[in-house]
């Protein structure tokens, strides 16, 4: 009979098992005790609020995993967080800060809802589902990639800064949207005075995962993407050249590899993956795209790509996190009466500890052994 103790270089089965757990658990401690951290610290504002800390994180609980109908409102919640994530880290991996997502979302919103409702008026045919969804899908991830893209080609060609650039562009995308939704997009529907497109065709809508839910199949798209970004970080030309542009441009260029190219490529992804965001929110829920129909998901996203230390497979964490969080506020607010913006609170520390990642170290007495988040390249570099 095989020795175990002969299993994995003779080290044996339950010496392997502690190792891996080492190296899984260790990129995940700072993330989990940040977490811990926020909620511990979010427990003293509700008691300062004059609330009972247990019961508020009972009904936060309650209300995001506590039966079928909270989980699919969870995974509803859990989706544009993921995909705007997810487009925040992938920057983040080319050395790239996008802080303008929330402006990415609307757009690919926006182009998603045009696409919807506008392509049927101009074909003069309705679409068949299978051809009808997956253009209005390509047309909220393309408005999102090309809005991204032009701070990317203003950091490659001119060195500005990618920070400066996505936070006013999204001042431009979100009073553009406001003009079109005011303006030429507006439902003429008579009497309406809402800032809002007409309601899109019937094709251009995406199914439900569960008869009687909300969940729906953007939320299985968006772990898909997870899974296919690891895939193409890891294991791809393009995945190595921006990984490498984003550690070292120098390097990078050294190695003959086109870093301009790699920066606008890491935009325009980036952006792409936030506007399918924006588009799936109009194809699957609102069926619409409509002035404030983004929480801050943009915004949020964030931390949840800090969160998640810019790994796909962390992003998805965080994103479900997130968006238990901000579905349990509901119930937890109906039982306890604790402002449900005390959740925005806790992301708010959570986003604190994250970003001062020593004060963690420092508080639980950890070693500075793991790799720091990489963010974005100095200024004008």
Sequence with gaps: ??????????????????????????????PLLSVFTALVAGAGVIAIAG????????????????????LSETAVWTTPYLLAGLGIAFAFQGGLFNIGAEGQLALGAVAAAWA?????????????????????LVAGASAGALWAAIPGWLKARTGGHEVIN?????YIALNAV????NGPLKDPAPGNVIARTPMIAEGARMGVLLEGFRVHWGFPLALALSVLLVWVLRSTTLGFTIRT???SPDAARCAGMNVPRAVVLSMAISGGLVGLGGAIEVSALNHRHELGFSQGYGFDAIAVALLGRAHPMGVALSALLFGAMRNGATRMQYL????????????????????????IRRLYRLRDTTAPVALSQGWGS
């Design 245 to 247: 542009a984003g550690a």
């Design 336 to 359: 306890t009466q604790i402002p449900a913006d005390v959740i925005s609170v806790i992301q708010a520390l959570i986003l604190l500890f994250v970003a001062a990642e020593v004060l």
């Design 166 to 170: 996505t936070i006013m562009l999204n």
């Design 51 to 70: 609330g009972d800390p247990v019961a508020a994180y009972a009904g936060l609980a309650e209300g995001a995993f506590g039966s079928t109908r909270a």
């Design 178 to 181: 406001s003009y079109l939704l």
């Design 116 to 136: 919807g409702y506008g392509l049927p008026l101009l074909l003069g045919a309705a679409l068949p589902a299978v051809v009808h969804v997956p253009l209005t």
């Design 1 to 30: 009979m095989l020795d175990p103790a002969c299993l994995f270089g003779g080290r044996g089965i339950v010496n392997e098992s502690r190792r891996w757990m080492h190296h899984l658990g260790r990129p995940l401690l700072v």
